[in-house]
């Protein structure tokens, strides 16, 4: 049975609206470039919000970069980053 609440679950994201729509957001200056940069990022979830996912994150993405940040649920409690081309 878990099976089918896995697949419910996943066809419920499926058909969510997003946040943010398709082509909304910020227009950004297509002249700027370089790496994007997060400092000191600290994250915890809304529904956990004593623990903390991420704490003094630091991370910066060069241009032609791809990542990744992948959260491993409990009971390993470890969050990894992978970056590649």
Known sequence: ???IGAGTRIFDLLDRT???QPG???VLDPARSGPLR???ITF?????SGVNVLEDFNLEVNVG???AIVY???PHFQTGCFMGH
Request: proline content about 17%; cysteine-free.
């Open 44 to 48: 915890s979830y809304p529904t956990r």
């Open 72 to 74: 491993v649920p409990p």
């Open 24 to 26: 909304e957001g910020a």
């Open 65 to 67: 970069e791809n990542v």
């Open 1 to 3: 049975m878990r099976g």
């Open 38 to 40: 997060f400092e000191n």
């Open 18 to 20: 997003p946040a943010i």
